[in-house]
C-alpha cells in the first residue's frame, strides 16, 4: 500500500504529447480547450474536468470547435450519457453503461487511433 500511495504522489494531472503530427492532451476529467500555458490549469479541473458529468458532450465539442485539427483529447471521469469512446477529436474512455462493466483502451500509432472494449472479469472492482 507505501508503494501505491508513493506512486499517487509522483503523478502529475496531465499528459501533453506529440506524435508525429499529432498533439495529443490526456487528462482525467476533459477540457474544452487546449490552455496557452497548461501549467496555468489547476489539478483540480484536470482531474475533474469543466462543467458537470453530464457535459461530456459539450466538453468535446468545445474542445474540437476551440482547436486544431491535428490537437487530441483524451480523458475519463464521466460519461453518464454512454456517448462512444470517439466524439471528433475527443475519446472518452469512461464506461458508464452496464455498471463499468468495460474497460475502453485507446491506442495511437503510425496509422491513428484504434480503441477496444475489454470486458472486466469482475466488474464489481
Not at 500511495?5 to 476529467?29: E, I, M
Not at 496555468?40 to 465539442?61: C, H, K, R, T, W
Not at 456517448?83 to 474512455?93: A, E, I, S, Y
Request: glycine residues 8%; proline residues 4%; aromatic residues 10%.
Amino acid at each position: 500500500m507505501q508503494d501505491a500511495l508513493k506512486l499517487c504522489g509522483k503523478t502529475v494531472p496531465c499528459v501533453y504529447y506529440k506524435f508525429h503530427d499529432k498533439s495529443v492532451l490526456v487528462t482525467h476529467g476533459g477540457l474544452s480547450s487546449l490552455p496557452e500555458n497548461l501549467i496555468f490549469v489547476g489539478a483540480e479541473q484536470m482531474i475533474n474536468g469543466v462543467g458537470e458529468p453530464e457535459d461530456a458532450s459539450l466538453v468535446a465539442e468545445y474542445f474540437n470547435k476551440n482547436t486544431n485539427e491535428n490537437t487530441y483529447q483524451v480523458h475519463g471521469h464521466r460519461n453518464p450519457e454512454n456517448l462512444p469512446v470517439k466524439n471528433g477529436r475527443t475519446f472518452n474512455l469512461s464506461d458508464e453503461s452496464r455498471k463499468g462493466s468495460f474497460l475502453r483502451t485507446l491506442t495511437l500509432d503510425r496509422e491513428g487511433f484504434d480503441w477496444q472494449w475489454i470486458r472486466k472479469e469482475n466488474s464489481s472492482i
